[in-house]
Structures are given as C-alpha cells and as structure tokens.
C-alpha cells in the first residue's frame, strides 16, 4: 500500500491521516443526525467531540510512551522523535470517555446519555482508521502463507515483500459491523448506558482475538499477553459491571 495519496505543491497528503478525518467527520455527522432524533444538543455534540479527540489523542499518545518506557530511559529525546506518530488505541478510547465524563460532569448534563449517543460513531471512525492503517502498514499481521495475505512494498512500518496476514482489513470489517451492531442495540435499549457499555464489551473481546495476529510485538507485553490484551481483559470486565449496573439503575436517575 502507499500512504503518500497524492501532492499538490508542497502539500502531501497521506492515507493514513486522511482516513483519520475521514473517520472523525463521519462520526461527528452521524452523531449529530442521531442527537437531533433523541432530542440532545448539538452544541454538546460539537463540544464532546472536540473534548473527546483532545482527551483521545493526549491519552493514546502517553499510553505509547508508557508501553516504549525502555526506550524513552535509554534515549530522553524519542519523546519528540515520536512526537507524531505512535499511538495506542485503548489510550485513545479511555481517554476520550474521561474526557467526555469531565465535559459532562461541567455542564450537569447526564453522561451515560452522551455515552451511548457517541460510542457507535466511535465505531464507525475506527473502520476508517483500520484503513488508515492499512495504508500506511502500520498494525500489521503475521507472516502467513495463506492466500488471503497483503504483501506491502512501500511501508515504512511493516516487513516489505512478506506476506503479512491483514489484520488491519479484519479490524476495519470488524469496526463497521460493530458500528452496525450497536446502532441496533441503540434502537432497542431499555437503559442509558447500555450502548455503550455493548461497545466496551465487543471492542475488547475482538481487540483480544486480533492481536493473537498481529506481527508488530514492538507495542509491549504483560506476561503472555500483549499490552493491548492485557487492557482487553479489564475494559471487557469494567463494559459486564456497566451493563449489569446500568441495567439495574432507576430510570429516575442520571449522572
């Protein structure tokens, strides 16, 4: 795959950011259409995405330094090195939802609302950013000898000339579907919350099974499992506590 789409003077654009936008204009489209019909403000909208994207992107890209914490020790200037690129998704996703539980929480508004009015489209900007991904080879697969294999030539992140299995086209499958998922869910919810504790619980039994996978082991380890496995079993945990809580909470009752 070749990152680099196209250039017009001195301005390159690239897959993998453009997918990035991509994914967060959609997202901000499709949660403002679905605010409007559940009667919540856009304006809180508008405010959480931006909240959200701050919080995501501040959290993901800590979370990449705690997992290369050898690397920054040996080397105090990776940390401008990496400035920016390399970012770790589950720090994305926590810190987004802080993000928002804070901006909620200012302006006394009920927050698992918000939650599960957000969640899906968080979905939906993921399978972009899969594609992103997949064109800049990053987050690759293993080798294989399987026919369904991608071969990079031009990546600057994954092996070149290796059959790799393509995980991030699995991943960007798995992101739309989850999309699908829940907006079904959200059709058919009895309490707030639910959404998005569903949204926790499938993205971190399908994060768990993928990185099984994946090829790129420089994101870190806890024991046998990746970093990323090792978050899985706790957001997987923290999304059955929401969904029983929530399931139980008094319809009377907003946080």
């Not at 795959?1 to 489209?29: C, D, H, Q, R, S």
């Not at 940390?79 to 926590?94: A, W």
């Not at 989850?178 to 959404?195: P, S, T």
Request: overall charge positive.
């Amino acid at each position: 795959m070749k990152n680099e789409l196209f250039t017009i003077g001195p301005l390159t654009v690239y897959g993998y950011g453009a997918m990035i936008a991509l994914g967060v204009i959609a997202a901000w489209i499709v949660t403002e259409c679905r605010a409007r019909k559940l009667r919540l403000s856009s304006d809180h909208v508008f405010a959480l995405v931006l909240w959200g994207l701050l919080g995501g992107l501040v959290c993901a890209k800590l979370l990449y330094w705690i997992t290369e914490w050898d690397s920054v020790m040996k080397d105090p200037g990776f940390l401008l090195d990496t400035l920016t690129d390399g970012f770790v998704v589950y720090g994305g996703i926590i810190g987004g939802i802080l993000a928002g539980w804070i901006y909620c929480r200012a302006k006394k508004i009920n927050f698992w609302a918000y939650f599960d009015l957000v969640m899906p489209s968080v979905a939906l900007a993921q399978g972009f950013g899969r594609i992103g991904c997949l064109l800049a080879g990053c987050c690759y697969g293993k080798e294989t000898d399987s026919i369904l294999a991608i071969t990079f030539h031009e990546s600057e992140f994954a092996p070149n000339n290796v059959p790799l299995i393509p995980t991030e086209i699995y991943s960007s499958l798995l992101d739309f579907v989850h999309f699908g998922v829940l907006l079904f869910i959200a059709g058919r919810k009895k309490k707030d919350g639910q959404v998005a504790a569903c949204y926790l619980i499938f993205y971190s039994i399908g994060r768990f099974i993928l990185e099984f996978f994946r090829g790129d082991l420089i994101r870190g380890s806890v024991g046998v499992l990746s970093t990323s496995q090792f978050i899985s079993l706790f957001i997987g945990v923290a999304g059955i506590l929401i969904l029983i809580l929530r399931s139980r909470e008094n319809p009377g009752r907003h946080s």
